[in-house]
């Protein structure tokens, strides 16, 4: 009886190679095709684990985690500084695919910076903005601008606290004039106070008291002032819903 004989079957080399070649692990400066250098670990051929990015363009440095070849977990990212040419922090926090998501710092210049939460790379939901000329916002967030309750210290002393829409004063709110010893307490369209009442607050303590009490002042039609702030406010929010 006649013996078939088969050869035995073999990997193609390219294939070996190929699984040699695959990135799993640590490994030292690994460099793209434009220059750009990892060092850190590695899984199924992309960056995973602790790493560190150098982009040869722009000389931007993030150090910390990754997860599938994008930036997740905790990590920092730093630019080089255009007077200096040191690096310098421009954020620490969480990311998430590769963008800014969770808490975080992110710092504008050298006074200027925010803490709090982001969301795809935008400031969203609770933080706290310091800006340069000494003003501090604290409260909530939408779309990388202030968005419902939130309280703006300016460096005078003086603060508002209210309502807030696409970063401006929309909303009840009460305006604390701490240098001057007053309140006001009213209704803003688009950082404007269409109505509200202005009393004394303080004006004993004030620093610069206003020289005269405030007289009795009405207005000949508050509805009708209240009204037409009220309906240009959700004109602008149905105008954002579209």
Known sequence: MPISK???????LWKAWDQKAQKNGLRHQVYSVGGDCYVGEWKDNMKHGKGTQIWKKTGAIYEGDWKSGKRNGYGTLSLPDPETGKNRRVYSGWWRDGKKTGYGIHFYGPKEYYEG???????????????????IYEGQWWNDKPEGEGMLRQKNGNRYEGHWQGGLKNGPGRFFHLNHGQLFEGFWVDDVAKCGTMIDFGREEAPEPTQFPIPQVEILDPDGVLEEALAVLKKAKEKQGD
């Open 6 to 12: 088969y050869p035995r079957k073999t990997e193609p």
């Open 117 to 135: 939460e982001w969301c795809c790379n935008q400031r969203c939901g609770w933080g706290r903005m310091y800006y340069s000329d000494g003003d």
